[in-house]
Structure formats: C-alpha cells, structure tokens
C-alpha cells in the first residue's frame, strides 16, 4: 500500500485534507507567548548546530577506519611526508570519534524533534525533489530517528570488533562495516538535503523568510 | 563569457543549495572535538587521546580551506542587506583568521607530537580553549546569516529579486 501522504494532492483521502488545519486550542499554542517571529523561543536553532556534530563525527570516524585498513597501502605515503603515523592511532579516531558521535546524536534528535514541533513551513511550497512540507518533516522525523538507531547500532559492532572479535588483529574493522558506514554516507546526505530543504525552502525557523511569509517589509522589520 | 557560467537557480546558486554549511561541519565538529578530546586525555591520562585529536585538528585545518573557498563563492552570490552585511564582513574576516589559527595550531602540534607524543604541554590546552570560542562565535555569526537574515533561502532571494529588501 503506497503511504498516503506521498500520493498526488487530488488522489490523497480526503480526510487527510480536512484534518489538516490545527484546532485554535491545540496544546502547542499554549507556547505561544514565548515565541518570536522565526516560532522558537530563542533566535537560533539548536537542531542545525547539533547536527554538524554527527554528521562531522560519523564521517571521520568511517573515514580513518578506513585508512586504518588500507594502512599497508598508503605508510609508504605518509613516510615520504615524514608524518609518522601508526595504524593503532587511525583505529582510535574512527573508535573515539563514533563513540562522540553516538553520544551526541541524542541531543541532535531531541532538540530536532522539540524544534519540529514548532515548526511553521510556508504554505504552499513544494520543494525542489517534489514533496510538501508535511511529508518532507515526517520523512525527517522517521528518519532521524532510524539513523540514530543505526548510529548506536555502528557503535555497538564497533565496540564488539575493537574489544572482542578483532582485538588482537591490525585492522580492526570488518570490510562489511566500512562498507555499510558508506551506504549510511549516502542516507545521511539524503536526509541531510531533506533538513535542508526545511530551512531553505519551507522557512522553517528562519526569522527574514517567516517575516516575509506575514507581508512584512524586512527594511523596517528587519533592519 | 556570462553564457559560460551555471545559470542561478531560485537559491542564486549555480548548484542545488548552500554547500558551505555542509563543508563546516567537518571544520566545527573536528576542531571543537580535537579540544574536547585533549582535555579528557589530560585529565583522566589517556594519551592515546592526544592521537586521535591531533588527526581531528589536521583534518580541521585541511577542511578550513575548502570551507573558505565555498564560503567566498556563495558570499559573493548572497546578496546581504541590513545588518546582514557587517556580520558576513565579520564572517568572512573570522573564517579566515581561523584558517590562520588552525594552521599556526597544527604546526605547533605536529612538533610536539614528534618530540612526545604522550603529554601535551598547558600552554596548548589553553589555546585550544581560545579556538574553541572563536569556533563558537563564529558559528554563531554563520547561524545568524542563515536562521536570521535568511541568505539564499528561496523567499529572501525571491524578495531580492523583486527588490523589496
């Protein structure tokens, strides 16, 4: 069965449409007071800052265990460079970094999904691979949430070949977990390109695009 | 020699979106972990620690660079206005101060990391807490440009455009 929300506006049930208006008692407005123009209760997202982190901490930490499994290939290189190096100390940026990224992807999903709940998409938009605001927030949210799962996941089996599986071996990961953290590359900058396209195109939680969604002229309200 | 260049899509970008702020995050996350890191290695005297923040802060500092390219490029292409346009000079003038900063770091680092790659000197831990901070401010001047003033998002490039801002 193909998920609704993902069919052509004219083929989607109906009552989908109906219910898509918030009732004016909806909890969230009890907020309301606290809020300034980009609908968050300070003037700086925390989600997006957050995010550099994971994403910045995975990347690496897939990145040096793979030059840690390659290291026979490439010391010739780094001796020509005289940057002494040691394939111990690759394995340890790609064990600590993920380690980092595990434990503060927590927070990127939190505050993520506190910030979603505030969020305000312009009207009408569609974006640029084609979906509305609503499915690309669900697709974010559902998302988030299944990279974190595959983020402690990644931790886990890391922490099983450093500690158990491979710990008296030079190359301390598996091909197939190399192999899978670059299919998560992939996923990620999906998702990422998804989060993105929240702020960029549907506005949320930028102060000048809410601003000018409301008719405002941004020489005077935004000098 | 116009018609050479990619046509500015609705971002005013010659490619699909900002690829400045994805490039950062191998500056942010790096640097502020490779402090992070060195401070956890002093005080519980891990110093495999020291290893794997030296790597961070060399990866930091090749990223910087890439980061500064994308961020002229898309500076030139973003069309600041009110206040906006002090803080992308005080961006711009940060950034590559700090690619100067995490040069100067690295070097230093990479010397006492041939000499003892075991302990780390005090002097380098507070410098490394002074980059840090510049890291912090800069990012915060870089969210300001997006979240507040909305640079390349496709309503304020609209409304530039149009000429209403």
């Known amino acids: 069965m193909a998920f609704p929300l993902l069919l052509p506006a004219a083929s989607r049930p109906q009552l989908l449409l109906e219910i898509t208006t918030l009732p004016a008692d909806s909890p ?19 989600h997006p800052t ?9 990347v690496i930490a897939i990145a040096f265990d793979i030059a840690g499994a390659l290291y026979p290939i490439e010391k010739r290189v780094f001796r020509f460079l005289a940057l002494p190096i040691t394939r111990a100390g690759f394995h340890d940026v790609g064990w600590y970094n993920l380690l980092a990224c595990a434990v503060v992807s927590f927070f990127t999903v939190a505050a993520g999904f506190f ?14 691979i084609g979906l509305q605001s609503m499915e690309t927030m669900l697709l974010h949210g559902v998302g988030g949430v299944a990279i974190l799962l595959a983020i402690i996941a990644m931790t886990v089996w890391r922490g099983y070949q450093r500690f158990l599986w491979r710990r008296d071996m030079g190359r301390q990961v598996q091909w197939l977990y190399l192999l ?44 | 020699m116009q018609q050479l260049l990619p046509p500015l899509n609705d971002h005013n970008l010659p490619w699909m979106d900002t690829l400045h702020p994805i490039v950062v995050h191998f500056v942010i996350a790096m640097a502020v972990i490779s402090v992070v890191f060195d401070l956890i290695g002093v005080v519980l005297r891990r110093p495999n620690l020291f290893e794997v923040s ?16 994308f961020g002229q490029v898309e500076a030139g292409l973003a069309d600041p206005y009110g206040a906006s346009r002090s803080i992308l000079n005080l961006h711009s003038t940060l950034g590559w101060s700090l690619a100067g900063i995490l040069s100067l770091l690295t070097g230093w680092r990479y010397v006492l990391r041939n000499r003892d790659p075991e302990s780390l000197p005090l002097p380098f831990l507070a410098a490394g807490g002074v980059l840090a901070l510049l890291v912090a401010v800069q990012v915060t001047l870089g969210n300001q440009l997006i979240w507040v003033y909305g640079l390349h998002t ?11 801002i």
Request: no cysteine; net charge negative; proline share 6%.
């Open chain 1, 115 to 128: 910030e979603m709940l505030l969020a305000v998409p312009i009207p009408g938009v569609t974006s640029t």
């Open chain 1, 28 to 46: 969230i407005s009890q907020l309301s007071s606290w809020l300034g123009p980009n609908d968050l209760p300070y003037s700086l997202p925390i």
């Open chain 1, 180 to 223: 899978v953290g670059l299919g998560l590359f992939l996923v990620i900058g999906l998702h990422g390109t998804l989060g993105a396209e929240l702020a960029g195109e549907f506005g949320v939680h930028i102060t000048a695009d809410q601003l000018l969604a409301t008719g405002a002229d941004l020489r005077n309200a935004l000098p």
């Open chain 2, 154 to 164: 496709v309503p304020v490039v609209a409304a530039g455009r149009a000429g209403l």
């Open chain 2, 54 to 69: 030296f790597w961070n802060l060399l990866f930091a500092t090749a990223a910087i660079f890439v980061a500064i390219i």
């Open chain 1, 50 to 58: 957050l995010v550099h982190f994971t994403i910045g901490l995975f």
